[in-house]
């Protein structure tokens, strides 16, 4: 598509104008982690890295970096089975109502936070009579990571075609060699961007996990959310804040050069 001169200005002006607006305050958290001042004063008196050495320091931090890890991975995992043994079934096979299980499997991620937290919430307490802790908030954290490997995973196979896979069994390979030897090989990098993505999602979720976290445990963004108002404690939130902003970059580059992959390996099929 040919554009006009006028039409490039007016979109580089627009890009321009939404990054600013997106990234203007998160690099003020960075610029505030260095911030003399408690009330962090614009322009900053001062600079220090004192902030940054209380952070590293800090107990509960640590405990809630550590317990969001842990929630995160096993949530990648279990999203990773769930939702490549989805996108193989939808996408590889068809039977009545094939569609409406598709809907059913991205809804949570459209939900709203608050529905989908308070819904858990009922359905563990209540239904079920299980105590919320560590095993609740895992749940919750892969009924939406689900999706991100999902949609990853059936894009891929719809790219991909049936055809070596047909081969592949034709020539006497079963079934489960056939997806090991054929069919996983080809999803490798789009499953991986995928665990990249909901590992993402589920570190740094906090409106579900309000809902169906125990008592005495506490993930790092609501840690942050507690302690931010803390007279004492902001400026070690802004550092964690400014680390998790950096500690992001990582794997959402690798999800997007892994997708990149996918997308010049289909091209040359």
Same mark, same amino acid.
């Given at each position: 598509?040919?554009?006009?001169?006028?039409?490039?200005?007016?979109?580089?002006?627009?890009?321009?104008?939404?990054?600013?607006?997106?990234?203007?305050?998160?690099?003020?958290?960075?610029?505030?982690?260095?911030?003399?001042?408690?009330?962090?004063?614009?322009?900053?008196?001062?600079?220090?890295?004192?902030?940054?050495?209380?952070?590293?320091?800090?107990?509960?931090?640590?405990?809630?970096?550590?317990?969001?890890?842990?929630?995160?991975?096993?949530?990648?995992?279990?999203?990773? /089975?769930?939702?490549?043994?989805?996108?193989?079934?939808?996408?590889?096979?068809?039977?009545?109502?094939?569609?409406?299980?598709?809907?059913?499997?991205?809804?949570?991620?459209?939900?709203?936070? /608050?529905?989908?937290?308070?819904?858990?919430?009922?359905?563990?307490?209540?239904?079920?009579?299980? =105590?919320?802790?560590?095993?609740?908030?895992?749940?919750?954290?892969?009924?939406?990571?689900?999706?991100?490997?999902?949609?990853?995973?059936?894009?891929?196979?719809?790219?991909?075609?049936?055809?070596?896979?047909?081969?592949?069994?034709?020539?006497?390979?079963?079934?489960?060699?056939?997806?090991?030897?054929?069919?996983?090989?080809?999803?490798?990098?789009?499953?991986?961007?995928?665990?990249?993505?909901?590992?993402?999602?589920?570190?740094?979720?906090?409106? /579900?996990?309000?809902?169906?976290?125990?008592?005495?445990? =506490?993930?790092?963004?609501?840690?942050?959310?507690?302690?931010?108002?803390?007279?004492?404690?902001?400026?070690?939130?802004?550092?964690?804040?400014?680390?998790?902003?950096?500690?992001?970059?990582?794997?959402?580059?690798?999800?997007?050069?892994?997708?990149?992959?996918?997308?010049?390996?289909?091209?040359?099929?």
């Amino acid at each position: 598509m040919t554009l006009s001169p006028l039409m490039r200005r007016v979109l580089a002006v627009s890009t321009g104008l939404a990054l600013l607006f997106v990234y203007t305050p998160l690099a003020l958290v960075v610029l505030n982690s260095f911030n003399t001042s408690r009330t962090f004063a614009w322009p900053p008196p001062g600079y220090t890295t004192e902030w940054w050495q209380a952070a590293w320091h800090s107990q509960g931090a640590r405990d809630a970096v550590w317990v969001s890890v842990q929630v995160a991975i096993v949530a990648t995992l279990v999203a990773l /089975v769930l939702g490549t043994m989805a996108a193989l079934a939808l996408q590889r096979f068809r039977f009545f109502g094939r569609d409406t299980v598709s809907l059913l499997i991205i809804l949570p991620i459209a939900l709203p936070g /608050v529905v989908t937290g308070v819904a858990l919430a009922n359905f563990f307490t209540t239904m079920i009579g299980i =105590q919320l802790g560590m095993f609740t908030l895992i749940v919750s954290h892969a009924t939406f990571c689900i999706v991100t490997v999902f949609n990853n995973a059936v894009a891929r196979l719809r790219r991909l075609g049936s055809n070596l896979e047909e081969a592949s069994m034709d020539l006497g390979a079963g079934t489960f060699r056939t997806f090991y030897k054929i069919t996983l090989p080809m999803l490798r990098s789009s499953l991986l961007a995928g665990c990249l993505l909901a590992f993402a999602l589920s570190f740094d979720e906090i409106i /579900v996990t309000t809902f169906t976290v125990g008592q005495g445990i =506490q993930t790092l963004p609501i840690w942050i959310y507690q302690n931010l108002f803390r007279p004492n404690q902001a400026p070690v939130v802004n550092v964690v804040a400014a680390v998790l902003i950096l500690a992001s970059i990582v794997p959402i580059w690798l999800a997007q050069k892994l997708a990149g992959t996918d997308e010049s390996v289909a091209a040359a099929r």
